[in-house]
């Protein structure tokens, strides 16, 4: 009787998740961050110092704090879209000092927010944030197929086969790389902006499919994830999403 007991007192406990986790899932900051908090010293479980960011934790149960100052079971979620301007870093912090995106929220009245998916330094345009992560895991999950929208200036002007062979695609350092679709926008004497979409997301894919085909990049300019579109956003401007964008891009949607 009393091994029965503790069995159905063992089954009715949360389960317990690593600390960093339970603090990223509340919306307080990332998971690197939340680790490097905890392991200065920073994080009590229960009124008790933790430097372990793996410490088994009940996310509804256990009380934590940073600092002293309660965190909260859960920030209210928070969705925004960003104009990205070319020259920020995709990061929260920069080891070589680079401003990163997050210069366009000081002054903001934003809880932690981190970023949903990447662009890199040189790319601009439509970049969510979010501290929402299980939404950010399923809008950036591969099985998600949402469709990314791209305007891109090349240092050339394309012909059908090339636009062709983007989407056939080619092997690039043991990767295969290929588009969704891509158009011809309008072209100069040398130069032209393409339209490409992609509908799966990996490491400077476009820049480095182009250059397979020896085609250089001179701008790249995200304007659409899934239905929700930079519009008339200004550069290293942002706004909220609307109800409609952010159950546009849940799972099942």
């Not at 401003?99 to 601009?124: H, Q």
């Not at 990767?175 to 902006?193: P, Q």
């Amino acid at each position: 009787m009393r091994r029965a007991g503790r069995e159905r007192q063992g089954a009715s406990r949360q389960p317990r998740h690593g600390l960093a986790r339970v603090l990223s899932k509340r919306g307080i900051c990332s998971r690197s961050q939340a680790a490097a908090l905890i392991v200065a010293g920073r994080v009590s479980v229960n009124g008790t110092l933790v430097r372990d960011p793996e410490w088994p934790t009940d996310a509804q149960a256990d009380r934590l704090a940073i600092d002293g100052a309660a965190v909260a079971a859960a920030a209210p979620a928070v969705y925004v879209a960003l104009n990205k301007p070319r020259g920020l870093v995709t990061s929260a912090a920069d080891e070589q000092g680079r401003p990163t995106v997050y210069t366009v929220f000081d002054g903001a009245d934003l809880p932690w927010i981190g970023p949903v998916g990447r662009l890199d330094r040189a790319s601009e345009g439509l970049l969510l944030f979010t501290n929402d992560t299980a939404w950010a895991a399923a809008v950036t999950a591969p099985s998600s197929h949402l469709d990314k929208t791209y305007h891109v200036q090349v240092d050339r002007v394309p012909d059908g086969a090339l636009l062709a062979a983007l989407t056939d695609g080619t092997d690039v350092d043991g990767e295969r790389l290929a588009v969704k679709a891509a158009t011809l926008l309008r072209s100069g004497r040398r130069n032209a902006w393409l339209e490409i979409v992609l509908d799966e997301g990996r490491n400077r894919q476009i820049r480095r499919l182009l250059a397979a085909f020896e085609v250089g990049v001179l701008r790249l300019v995200r304007i659409a994830i899934g239905p929700v579109q930079l519009g008339e956003l200004p550069k290293g401007g942002w706004r909220h999403l609307s109800d409609a964008e952010v159950a546009a891009l849940r799972p099942g949607r």
